[in-house]
């Protein structure tokens, strides 16, 4: 089993739209999580870190659901600037400890 | 801010050649990572260092090796060029335990 799906999308909405990603993971002991987001041939980017339940920043919030391993990024009144890949992150324990295990990531197009 | 260099942005070398790719981060982090990714398979770990000359495999460590003899500089060598590793490599560090995890703005090597 892969330590983390995201539906690859790709997602296709206008300016104004609410749209929201599903990450599921396999590791039930990762504590913490991650958001990148990949911008087309360049490299991922931190855009929010979710340690608890959920992590809100202006129109980005990010949810956490533990019993159900899966992890939920919410977008708000998109811009064209968000199109890009979000990537889900969970970071690895054990002997893994500080790796992160990254997705496929979804692509989100944000049209005028 | 955090900064991850990559030595090259764009490199073409011939089949057989021995390549090598450096990473220098300024931050002091303990760890560093190599990923290539490549377009619908997202990224893949390569090897991974915690320390100063400790190394461990990643996901898909045939046909390269890495060395690490300072902290701030990590290494990633293909020892014989194939076609087949043609792709965008990404160096990443972070502090221990994961958090602080910074890419840089990646390689594209074009293997001929």
């Known amino acids: 089993r892969k330590e983390v799906e995201q539906d690859p999308g790709p997602f296709n909405v206008p300016e104004g739209a609410t749209v929201a990603f599903n990450c599921t993971y396999s590791n039930s002991a990762s504590q913490s999580f991650f958001w990148y987001r990949q911008d087309c041939r360049k490299e991922p980017k931190l855009l929010m870190s979710v340690y608890s339940s959920g992590n809100e920043d202006g129109r980005f919030t990010a949810q956490l659901n533990r019993a159900s391993q899966y992890i939920s990024l919410l977008i708000r009144d998109s811009k064209l600037s968000d199109s890009a890949t979000y990537l889900c992150?969970?970071?690895?324990?054990?002997?893994?400890?500080?790796?992160?295990?990254f997705g496929r990531g979804t692509q989100l197009t944000v049209w005028p | 801010d955090v900064k991850v260099t990559q030595s090259s942005r764009y490199l073409v070398k011939r089949t057989g050649e021995k390549v090598f790719l450096e990473c220098v981060q300024d931050?002091?982090?303990?760890?560093m990572f190599w990923y290539r990714q490549d377009p619908g398979l997202g990224l893949r770990l390569i090897y991974f260092?915690?320390?100063?000359?400790?190394?461990e495999k990643g996901d898909i460590p045939e046909g390269y090796s890495v060395s690490r003899e300072k902290k701030e500089r990590f290494s990633l060598i293909l020892e014989s060029a194939s076609t087949n590793q043609t792709s965008m490599y990404l160096c990443a560090s972070s502090f221990e335990g994961g958090y602080g995890y910074t890419f840089g703005s990646g390689t594209r090597l074009t293997v001929v």
């Open positions: 992150v969970p970071l690895g324990r054990g002997s893994t400890l500080g790796r992160l295990y």
């Open positions: 260092s915690y320390d100063v000359k400790m190394k």
């Open positions: 931050m002091d982090h303990e760890n």
